[in-house]
């Protein structure tokens, strides 16, 4: 069957006067590992609140598995929400739990199960991403960049999801550090069989963990493709911005003296 | 800008908050009386709500009591009234003071509170994570700490009755003069229940403004530290004056008939 896992047709989103998504299609297939890439501002955060329902697009759909999933609400998004994983941004860890319960937050408050089990499947799913149970015992301020990272990781891979959505997994780390997490992901995401979608600018990144690649711009999918015809794309935006050159199609919103 | 126009816009966007404000605190309510219900977070609450809240309302209550004393015997000499200070402070203390002073307190710490944390889980996407979680941020987050206050409050209020009046009894018996025996013996003739109950009423309300505000903000806060911050001040500023005027209109509905 060749019915997309997650679609999205013409969605828009608004905040005020800015448009960030204007008419975005994606369509990523199950099992595929899908990254987008794309400049900073350029929308990618925004279309992943929006399929996971944190925002609210003005028009277009959203299909998971062929349902419409656009402004779905209560039992039935929570229903829908229980098939997700995400690591953040920002890593979104609760500062206020230790690592074990970060991890294992989704288990006990969302599937009540109880503390013990849940606790147990959180120091295998650290184990998982290479961190030790002395870990579990951490408060999440009390770790590096690259161990909140993996944390957040573990926390999104907890419940074994379907579909996880890697929000910039190594923005910020150190080269070899970034590759780890690229490896973990790789190796999660196989051990799970689950439709990913990743954001990143890294181009290693990229390469390292994309099926497919598409690319945003101006809140559109200007390019979408395999990961190895990313080098002959034929398209000037994806090459100006995989070799990172300032000068081309793309133009920062950078006043010029 | 035209005058007029300025005028009608503050007030339109005045009433836009209150409409926002009752949709939010309808949410909230749906959401505490529905299943499932986090007691751990609830007690959490109670403890940094109420418990903890102890020192700083027994201070003000006793100062506040014994400065009643102080006042109402220097005013009242002036028409030879002066053994009505135990009655006026026990009246006083009950009816107003003790759950009026208690609000503003407990709003200055826990309205901030409440707000600055909640505001730091959102600019963080620490709300955003709970919901990719299957765990409602209302039920969760809102729920506990509304119900918390409204629970605690009255108690709170019951401890500063009881050491306001305390407050009263010292200065007037150790440095007014007044007989111990005769000043307790007053205050227990004279207080009606329906002082205390109405007192008490109207801490259960003001615990629900406060934690209402601290929530509504913080749960809307936008935009790094600097929001966070706003969101904390608004709280508070926005829960004093709320505690105050419900407080005018409480005393005339419960005194009315
Ligand atoms: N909640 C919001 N309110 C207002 N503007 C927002 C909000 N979220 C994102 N934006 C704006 O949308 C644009 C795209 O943001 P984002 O998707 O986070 O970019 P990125 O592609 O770097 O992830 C930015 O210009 C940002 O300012
Ligand atoms: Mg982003």
Redesign the interface.
Known sequence: MTRPHIELKNVQKSFGPKHVLNGLDLSVMRGRSMVVIGGSGTGKSVML?CI???LRPESGSIYIDGDDVTGMKGRRR?EV??H???L????????SLPVWANVA??LM????MKRDAAREIAIDKLAQVGLGPDVGELYPAELSGGMQKRVGLA?AIA?NPDIIFFDEPTTGLDPIMADVINNLIVDCVKRLGATTISITHDMASARKIADDIAMIYKGKIIWQGSADEIDDSGNDYVEQFINGRADGPIEMEILKP | MNFLAQIGSVVLALIAEVGRVSLFAKDAILRMVMPPFYGRQLLAQMMRIGYYSLPVVGLTAFFTGGVLALQIFIGGSRFNAENLVSSIVALGITRELGPVLAGLMVAGRVSAAIAAELGTMRVTEQIDALVTLSTNPFKYLVAPRILAAVITMPLLVVVADTIGIMGGFIVGTESLGFNSGAYLKNTVDFLQLADITSGLIKSAVFGFIIALMGCYHGFNSRGGAQGVGRATTNAVVSASILILTTNYLMTSLLFSG
């Open positions: 609140k996971l329902g944190l929570d929400l229980q997700f994983g995400m953040f941004q920002g890593g979104a860890l609760f500062d937050f989704g408050q969302g599937k009540s926390r419940d």
